[in-house]
């Protein structure tokens, strides 16, 4: 069974920094990978989607980046802003056979003003 | 499109009580998702259907749990009785297979709060 794995758990960083968010996984034969924004009390919100065929996705100040052979991705922000505050989730889809994905924990991201 | 509409939004029982969690997912989408979330576990798929048929239910955790989806546009998520292991937040979600780029992403309700006394 696929295992999705995110570090750090929680992350806390000023207002206009840089930022990295780490996505690891454990079988690599994967269909497609997609990064979700959850906020507090809400449902699941869709930010990038990576087909096991590509590299990155980019949209606005999010990159998203996968590296199949070695089971990661990372999602960039860049200059962040306290609206970026909210949980960020990972997703691999295992297969084509179905369209379940596998989740990993989060990571809880807070950006200071 | 209104989303993924969810009822109710938040739900307090006792324990051995029936609960009923309702999902209307997006109109058209032919995959429908039941997960749970909890601070111990995080987001746990408990099963899915297409078109309306069970696919996967290998993550429903016990008997006490039932799944249905009569129709394209309802489904629910039952579980009897309760106990205050469930309590957790609920979440439904729909989507398309194969219809472009993109479009295979899964579109989220707001989920059901459930807190079993």
């Known amino acids: 069974k696929q295992e999705v794995t995110q570090i750090p758990a929680a992350l806390s960083v000023p207002e206009g920094e840089n930022l990295v968010l780490n996505c690891s996984f454990t079988?690599?034969?994967?269909?497609?990978l997609q990064w979700f924004r959850q906020d507090p009390g809400k449902g699941l919100t869709s930010l990038l989607l990576i087909q096991s065929s590509q590299r990155e996705q980019t949209s606005g100040r999010l990159n998203a980046s996968l590296d199949k052979s070695s089971g990661r991705s990372t999602l960039y922000i860049a200059a962040s802003q306290p609206g970026d505050s909210a949980t960020y989730l990972c997703?691999?889809?295992?297969?084509?056979?179905?369209?379940?994905?596998?989740f990993g924990t989060g990571t809880s991201l807070t950006v200071i003003p | 499109d209104a989303g993924v509409i969810q009822s109710p939004r938040h739900e307090v029982t006792e324990m051995g009580q029936e609960v009923t969690l309702r999902c209307k997912p997006i109109?058209?989408?032919?995959?429908l998702f039941w997960y749970r979330q909890t601070m111990m576990r995080g987001l746990e798929l408990l099963i899915y259907f297409n078109n309306n048929v069970p696919i996967d239910d290998s993550g429903m955790p016990e008997d006490r749990f039932s799944a249905k989806m009569p129709n394209a546009s309802f489904s629910t998520l039952k579980i009897q009785p309760s106990e205050p292991r469930d309590s957790a937040v609920y979440f439904c979600?729909?989507?398309?297979?194969?219809?472009?780029?993109?479009?295979?992403?899964?579109?989220f309700g707001p989920g059901t709060r459930l807190l079993v006394l």
């Open positions: 109109s058209g989408h032919d995959y």
């Open positions: 997703a691999v889809r295992p297969g084509h056979t179905g369209n379940q994905f596998y």
């Open positions: 079988d690599s034969a994967i269909y497609n």
């Open positions: 979600a729909s989507s398309l297979l194969y219809s472009g780029q993109g479009s295979e992403t899964q579109y």
